[in-house]
Nanobody, 122 residues
Framework: QVQLQESGPGLVKPSQTLSLTCTVS??????????WSWIRQPPGKGLEWMGA???????YYSPSLKSRTSISRDTSKNQFTLQLSSVTPEDTAVYYC??????????????WGQGTQVTVSS
């Protein structure tokens, strides 16, 4: 029922800010008690959770990316966004948005977008 779709530029120059939007349909991003995450996968590497925004608007970030990452939302459009500043070629990856919940203290990400390729290059 719930569908997520990433959108944004596929090419970003070094030192600039990467900005992506996740559009959610079939469910509200303010519904208790879900949270909405960004995850990325660099070429040949594993998945990396970047951060999330909860139904309440509270945000959470991976310690390794916290200084460069900002997640926000627009409830009127049922969208949430990712901004990653000061990017380098190492930020090249497929970026995913996902819906999740915490059950018995364990996080689950059970709905994912298809992912979007972002390349950082001059």
């Amino acid at each position: 029922q719930v569908q997520l779709q990433e959108s944004g530029p596929g090419l970003v120059k070094p030192s600039q800010t990467l900005s992506l939007t996740c559009t959610v349909s079939g469910g509200s991003i303010t519904t208790n008690y879900y949270y909405w995450s960004w995850i990325r996968q660099p070429p040949g590497k594993g998945l990396e959770w970047m951060g999330a925004i909860a139904y309440s608007g509270s945000t959470y970030y991976s310690p390794s990316l916290k200084s460069r990452t900002s997640i926000s939302r627009d409830t009127s459009k049922n969208q949430f966004t990712l901004q990653l500043s000061s990017v380098t070629p190492e930020d090249t990856a497929v970026y995913y948005c996902a819906k999740g919940a915490v059950v018995a203290g364990t996080p689950f990400l059970n709905y994912w977008g298809q992912g979007t390729q972002v390349t950082v290059s001059s």
